[in-house]
């Protein structure tokens, strides 16, 4: 039972921070079951106090009392990381790393052979638990433990189980994908604003509009492109804005956009 397994994050930073929120709230770990290290002797504080969590600084007493480990520090920490917590992490362990563009391969390099490891691409939404997670299985990984990561990153949002090769595509879409969005919001309202409304009535209509349309296609089911048409009548206003976004390729510009990031995550996978 995941309930009452021991969970250690090593790294508690915002990602952690949002996992431990989603995970306390949900009732899905105890918080006498989950430590927390990190370097910053405040952070630890915070975390002990807000979540009622064990926090430490030392890595290795967290991964000796731990099951399952979560790898919560920046990429550029991780291999060091790694090489000091290594000799503590028997195949009883599982491990699960958040590290943007860090292969399962390099990290079961470093690990004993044998260790079970996941590799989880979250976003930024999962702060506030409306994130997207994608999820690969490492060599020794079993379906029981990617069931058990699975319900951990469902306490922050959606989670989808995709093989490695597709993580560069996932760092892409839904890991670079909030920043497309913030954009599209912030040129939304300012337009909203060149056409005479108040900043605070056009960042009203630009969210709710977003977060509407967003939950319309989800929650009907149906194909975006009928949605559009169906708003769009003849000689009408919103068809005169879909010509100015067609002419003005909007959506060979996301496509792009997409496949730059991805490409992106593919050369820092390599270097
Ligand atoms: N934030 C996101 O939206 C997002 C999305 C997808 C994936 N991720 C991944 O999630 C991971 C964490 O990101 P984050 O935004 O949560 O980072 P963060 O806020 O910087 O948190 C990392 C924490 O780990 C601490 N730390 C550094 N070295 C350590 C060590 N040796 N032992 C223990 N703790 C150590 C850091 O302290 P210092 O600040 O003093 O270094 C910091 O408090 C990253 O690998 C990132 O790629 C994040």
Not at 106 to 124: A, C, W, Y
């Amino acid at each position: 039972m995941l309930k009452e397994k021991k969970i250690g994050f090593i790294g508690a930073g915002n990602m952690a921070e949002a996992l431990i929120k989603g995970v306390v709230k949900k009732g899905i770990i105890d918080p006498k079951n989950i430590m927390a290290s990190d370097v910053v002797t405040q952070r630890l504080d915070y975390m002990r106090e807000t979540y009622g969590i064990r926090a430490m600084k030392d890595n290795i007493k967290l991964v000796s009392e731990s099951d399952m480990v979560v790898l919560a520090v920046k990429p550029g920490d991780v291999y060091h990381v790694l090489d000091e917590i290594k000799g503590h992490l028997s195949s009883k362990k599982l491990l699960i790393s958040i590290a943007a563009g860090i292969g399962l391969t390099s990290i079961e390099r470093r690990l004993k052979k044998g260790s079970r490891v996941i590799r989880v691409m979250p976003n930024t939404p999962a702060l506030i638990l409306e994130g997207a997670s994608a999820l690969s299985k490492g060599t020794f990984a079993t379906d029981r433990d990617l069931e058990d990561v699975e319900a951990l990153f469902n306490a922050v949002g959606e989670v989808a189980i995709v093989k490695e090769q597709m993580m560069d595509a996932v760092t892409g879409l839904s890991g670079s994908g909030p920043a497309y969005v913030f954009m599209i919001i912030e040129a939304l309202s300012d337009a909203g604003v060149k056409m005479g409304l108040s900043r605070e009535l056009a960042e009203f209509l630009t969210l709710q509009t977003i977060i509407g349309a967003a939950k319309l296609v989800k929650q009907s089911g149906e194909h975006p492109g009928r949605l559009k048409d169906r708003v769009a009548s003849p000689a009408g206003t919103t068809i005169a804005g879909i010509h100015i976004l067609e002419k003005e390729r909007l959506r060979g510009i996301l496509m792009d956009a997409v496949e730059a990031a991805t490409k992106r995550s593919q050369e820092l996978g390599e270097s």
